[in-house]
Structures are given as C-alpha cells and as structure tokens.
C-alpha cells in the first residue's frame, strides 16, 4: 500500500521539479493504421518469367501519424467471394514503421500466371480483383483488377499468390 506520506512527499518532488500538472509525454507513439485512415491502391507491376509482381501501396489519409507493420490479408475475389487460397506470407523482415499523414508504405504481391498449372488441378477464372486487409485490421478495400485470373482450386504445395511484409516507401 502507498503512504500518504509517500504520496505527500512525490507531490512535492514533482512541483519543485516543475512538472506538476504538466502534460507527460504519450508513451504509447502512434496509433495502429486503420482501414479507413489509409488510401490502399495498386502501384505499377512488372512480369518476370510466369510473375506478376505488383505493389500495395498504403498511404496514410489521415491527419495523425499512424504505425503499419506486418503483412495484409490479400486474396482474389469475385463479387464479394474469394476465389482459391489466400496469399502465402512470404518470410522476410516485417518492420513496424510510422507513417506521417500523406506518407506511403507498400507490400509486394506476386501473382503467378495461373497458365503455368495444370488446367485441371488450378481451374483458372477470371477474377474481379483483390480483397486486401491492411495488416492488423479487420475491415478490407476491394482493389479492381482487369483481366485478372485465379486459380479456383485449392493447389496443395503451389502459392498462386504470395505477399511480402509492409516496407517503407512506395516501392
């Protein structure tokens, strides 16, 4: 139990120091990036032998630094449904960053061509687009895609998606 003496004697520490009744620094830093406090779009791909890697870009909207870290929840989607298997997470480094109102981070995903697979094993179809969570949040922004193609199938083994950690700038 604490004195009211000890109490007392703290108090009185505090306003010869000068800080009683000052506002303390918020320990806690930043608040966690929310879904409706980020602007998420795709950045400009690049294919590579049978790859399509395209960058998430998450960019703070909001008027507070807010701190993003770890990997999205990315899938394909058709109307509200996912199609296949979620993005695989890719191992890597998933630094926690801080993010300035207006600053970016992005996520790399690679998109395989769905033509590499067996047509029976992938059972490719066109997809509308992409269902991505930002990391740490429950709420996802549907990204349209034209052309895309996923494969239906569950396919043991393969990753037909595969998503890296959030990283600092927009590519």
């Given at each position: ?12 520490a ?23 406090g ?94 991505v ?39």
């Amino acid at each position: 139990m604490i004195s009211a003496r000890y109490l007392v004697i703290s108090g009185l520490a505090a306003a010869l120091a000068g800080t009683a009744g000052a506002p303390q620094p918020d320990s806690r830093g930043p608040a966690l990036c929310r879904t409706s406090g980020l602007h998420v779009a795709l950045g400009q791909g690049e294919g590579a032998a049978g790859h399509y890697y395209v960058p998430i870009v998450f960019t703070n909207s909001g008027g507070d630094a807010c701190t993003l870290g770890g990997y999205p929840g990315v899938s394909a989607v058709v109307g509200r449904h996912q199609v296949g298997d979620a993005a695989h997470r890719e191992p890597g480094p998933a630094p926690v960053l801080t993010l300035p109102p207006g600053e970016s981070a992005t996520a790399w995903l690679d998109q395989v061509n769905v033509d590499v697979y067996d047509p029976a094993s992938c059972v490719p179809v066109p997809v509308d687009g992409l269902r991505v969570y930002p990391p740490d949040n429950t709420e996802a922004v549907f990204l349209a895609e034209p052309n895309a193609r996923a494969c239906a199938k569950h396919m043991p083994g393969q990753r037909p998606l595969v998503v890296r950690a959030v990283q600092g700038g927009e590519d």
